[in-house]
């Protein structure tokens, strides 16, 4: 077969029409688009000379004859190959695909007003479902406490050592951080009135009533409220709750309960380890940078911070630990049956447990104070 010799595309153009010759390509390109430019949009050109085409060509050709007239290319110009008449509608329909999508509407104070309304709605049924999903836990825990054969020991042992006992060093590491910084901070200001002495006491108050069981409580909102709606997630999404309840099983009290009861031992002595901790990082600073020796921390410690501060922090630790095991679990029960739906679902549970807890602190603070515990 003869080898056809590259020639420039160019247009040519006689007495009765366009020729569209040689080889329409991106080399070219600037050269036929001048040419194109000066040509008003053509019905139809003569393609019987047209050498190689591609993309950029076709782009050039769509331009001039309109992608109306290029859709119908298989009637005007039907010696053209199949592959170039392809080529050319393909370009044709890119051409009258608009690239973006139009600007979004302003939204007047009316429309915003019905969002916010729309937001509102949507916390408010979140919060009822919240509340009847407790009052379920609630039921079929007491319908189980009555019913020793019926508990779940083995997954609550189970849950015990993934929830709490892994948690342990994560939760110790963060608490000494955190207890060395507030005693830096507290030794910083209180040096300019000469009160050091009580960084001691900034730093065991903050930790037996707050830090504690607030730093505990967020770190597992994280960890263990993801973990509980990813695995009851993927069930769902695996369709084995509905497996469940075919077999006559109750899924709150088989998958609920157990992690909800894990988390209600556990939290307190993540609690625990996590006030131990708090104060450890603070003696070590007081040591170092005041001046105050460990057992001098250790006096003060007992002798002027009452016993009800230790109380009032682990007495928060069963709240926060309920709440953030119902919303874990709930979470993973509206899950739907997509990884995506498990990821969104996911998250959501993080958020929720995370704000749940620091509103409960505060109101627990404000009532403590008011009553002046």
């Known amino acids: 077969m003869p080898v056809t010799a590259s020639r420039p595309g160019m247009l040519e153009q006689d007495a009765h029409r366009l020729s569209a010759v040689g080889d329409w390509t991106l080399p ?6 001048e040419a194109v430019a000066k040509v008003h949009e053509a019905e139809s050109v003569d393609l019987q000379q047209l050498g190689e085409l591609d993309t950029a060509g076709a782009a050039l050709l769509v331009d001039l004859l309109g992608p109306d007239s290029v859709r119908d290319i298989a009637q005007w110009a039907p010696n053209l190959p199949v592959e170039r008449q392809a080529l050319l509608k393909a370009v044709a329909e890119a051409t009258r695909t608009p690239s973006f999508a139009p600007p979004a509407p302003r939204s007047s104070p009316l429309e915003t007003l019905a969002g916010l309304g729309q937001v509102v709605e949507s916390l408010a049924r979140q919060q009822l479902k919240l509340a009847a999903f407790i009052g379920l836990t609630l039921s079929t825990l007491l319908a189980t406490l009555i019913t020793p054969w019926r508990w779940r ?3 609550l042992v189970a849950h015990v050592q993934q929830s709490g006992l892994n948690a342990i060093p994560i939760v110790a590491l963060l608490t000494f951080l955190v207890g060395a910084v507030v005693a830096f901070l507290g030794a910083t200001v209180l040096r300019d009135f000469g009160a050091t002495v009580y960084t001691v006491n900034l730093v065991t108050y903050s930790f037996l009533r707050e830090f504690g069981v607030l730093l505990a409580a967020i770190l597992l909102a994280g960890r263990t409220a993801s973990a509980f709606t990813a695995q009851i997630g993927s069930m769902k999404a695996n369709e084995e709750l509905d497996a469940l309840r075919a077999q006559g099983l109750n899924p709150i009290e088989l998958l609920v309960l157990p992690r909800v009861l894990a988390m209600m031992v556990s939290l307190p002595i993540l609690s625990l380890v996590g006030m131990l901790s708090g104060m450890l990082g603070g003696a070590l600073v007081c040591a170092m940078a005041l001046d105050i020796t460990s057992t001098q921390f250790l006096t003060i410690l007992q002798r002027d911070i009452p016993l009800r501060h230790f109380a009032v922090g682990m007495g928060k630790a069963p709240l926060f630990a309920f709440v953030i095991a119902v919303i874990g679990c709930l979470e993973g029960f509206k899950a739907g049956a997509s990884a995506q739906s498990v990821g969104e679902h996911t ?15 505060a109101l627990a603070a404000l009532f403590f104070m008011e009553m002046g515990w």
């Open 347 to 361: 998250t959501s549970s993080v958020v929720q447990s995370i704000f749940m807890v620091i509103l409960l602190d």
């Open 153 to 155: 020991i083995t997954s």
């Open 28 to 33: 070219h390109y600037a050269r036929l688009r």
